[in-house]
């Protein structure tokens, strides 16, 4: 079964802190792996996704297949970034069915 | 282009009584897929429809259906309604270019009292 775990359920920074939200999964095939954000009062929105291979807002994630993981690194956090944030996982054949983290609520302090 | 629209955006309902949720997806989206999000579970997969049929459902009672009509809009029922059913549900639609990228609603606050 895929699983996938986020163990920090709040990461707490200051301003200009670097910043990484810790992703773990499991599959037995080659997944394509997601980030999504929620800002206040905001709808759940793509940030990035492991194919693009891009840098948005400045946060970056790469996947490591040994470690199964799949980490949300921003070297300099801005209070901007302050929202809940989910990995997700898709399988990449046949079952569509995605799963998602628990989340993982990002504060950055002033 | 429009987002993903979904209706009502808050109900209320009591133990017993059933609901039924709309989504319309993103214009040229065929796949809808529905979630279940709470602070306890986080988000869980309903099921994801696609050219009207249900390809994949997720590990929830048969109480909870749903339905896909050919211009892509669906539909969520939940039946027999039960306290622990009080969540957002949230819709879901993706296709074209960025196939597996999911667009989300705003969401259905559903609370049974």
């Known amino acids: 079964a895929q699983r996938v775990t986020q163990p920090e359920k709040l990461l707490s920074v200051f301003k200009g802190a670097p910043v990484e939200l810790k992703c773990n999964y499991s599959y037995s095939g080659s997944p394509e792996l997601f980030w999504y954000v929620q800002y206040s009062r905001q709808r759940l929105q793509l940030l990035l996704r492991h194919i693009s291979r891009e840098s948005i807002k400045g946060f970056t994630a790469d996947l490591n297949k040994g470690e199964t993981s799949f980490h949300l690194k921003k070297p300099f956090a801005q209070e901007e970034d302050s929202a809940m944030y989910y990995c997700a996982l898709q399988s990449t054949g046949g079952s569509y069915i995605p799963t998602f983290g628990r989340g993982t609520s990002l504060i950055v302090h002033p | 282009k429009a987002g993903v629209t979904q209706t009502p955006r808050y109900l209320i309902k009591t133990r017993g009584q059933q609901v039924t949720l709309s989504c319309s997806p993103i214009s040229g989206h065929r796949s809808v897929s529905w979630y279940q999000q709470t602070p306890g579970q986080g988000l869980q997969f309903l099921f994801e429809y696609f050219s009207e049929t249900q390809r994949n459902k997720g590990n929830f009672p048969g109480r909870f259906s749903g339905r896909q009509f050919s211009n892509s809009r669906s539909e969520m029922n939940v039946s027999t309604l039960e306290l622990g059913d009080s969540a957002l549900y949230l819709c879901?639609?993706?296709?074209?270019?960025?196939?597996?990228?999911?667009?989300f609603g705003a969401g259905s606050r559903l609370t049974v009292l």
């Open positions: 879901a639609s993706s296709g074209g270019s960025g196939a597996n990228v999911l667009t």
